[in-house]
Structures are given as C-alpha cells and as structure tokens.
C-alpha cells in the first residue's frame, strides 16, 4: 500500500518520523518536502500534492506536517474526498478514523513535537472506519449544496 507524506520546513523532522512509521509497517512511501531547514516550503504547495495524490486514489493515506497542522489541513480540505484531521492526541487521532475515516492525519510539530508524530500515527493507522450510523455523516461531507 502506498502512502504520501509532506511537510514544510516547520515540519521536516515529524516527516522523517512518519515515514519511519509507515516504513516499519511496510509501506511504500513518497515524501515531498524541504530537506534543511534553510530551504523554504509554502505549505499549501505541498498539501496540494498530498490531497491530490490522496483524492486521486493513488495514495491510500496522506500525512502532512507542518508548523500547527492547520494551514496543511486547510489547503487538503479543498480536494473533494479529502477528509484531512488536525491530530493532537490519542484520541483525536483514534476519532479522526473510527468516526471520521479520516484519510489524511496533519500535525502540528510545533506544538506537539516530532515524536508525538510518530505515536499518533500508529494509533491512527491502527484504528479502522467504525462505518454504521458514522458512513452517511462521512457520505454527508461532499454535499456542498447543503441539503439534509
Ligand atoms: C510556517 O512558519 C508556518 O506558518 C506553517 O508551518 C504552518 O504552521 C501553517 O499552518
């Protein structure tokens, strides 16, 4: 299974961990970012890649990791499909699947650090879709037209 992985430069050792992460689970990965702090990424260029490639179904999970998670989510959120997570502990990363099917897990490296990254990811992966009452909320997100 393939995932994406991104981040700017705010965000580049919690990358390195979710890739680790997802490596260790047998993963093909692709990575898309900065690779020193001194070369700049504007985050929105890099989640448009994440939520492209997520949307598209060439990827199935995207991760994206910036300074506070939330300008990545933001940007992802725009792709019809995406449902994209700020994840800022175990139970946001737990819901974010099991209410969510969340497809895209963001963090925030300033605020939670990069190794926080790395646990949130495995309980994000490790937690599977609840479906039932949860699947017609999810199907609910794409309507834009704001029918019941
Ligand atoms: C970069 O300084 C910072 O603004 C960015 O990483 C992120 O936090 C945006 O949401």
Redesign the pocket.
């Known amino acids: 299974m393939k995932a994406i992985i991104g981040s700017?430069?705010?965000?580049i050792s919690g990358r390195k961990e979710a890739v680790r992460v997802f490596l260790e689970r047998g993963w093909e990965v692709h990575e898309k970012g900065p690779e020193g702090d001194s070369e700049k990424a504007d985050?929105p260029d890099i989640a448009h890649l994440i939520a492209q490639s997520v949307t598209s179904g060439e990827s199935r999970f995207g991760v994206l990791v910036?300074?506070?998670?939330?300008?990545?989510a933001m940007t992802a959120n725009r792709y019809r499909g995406a449902r994209a997570a700020v994840i800022t502990d175990s139970f946001t990363a737990e819901m974010s699947r099991a209410h969510n099917d969340a497809n895209i897990a963001c963090f925030?490296e300033?605020v939670i650090g990069a190794s926080a990254v790395a646990d949130l990811l495995g309980t994000f992966l490790d937690t599977p879709f609840e479906e039932g009452r949860h699947l017609k909320r999810v199907d609910k997100i794409d309507k834009v037209t704001g029918e019941a």
């Not at 910036?66 to 990545?72: I, K, R, W």
């Open positions: 700017d430069h705010a965000g985050y910036c300074g506070t998670g939330q300008g990545m925030g300033r």
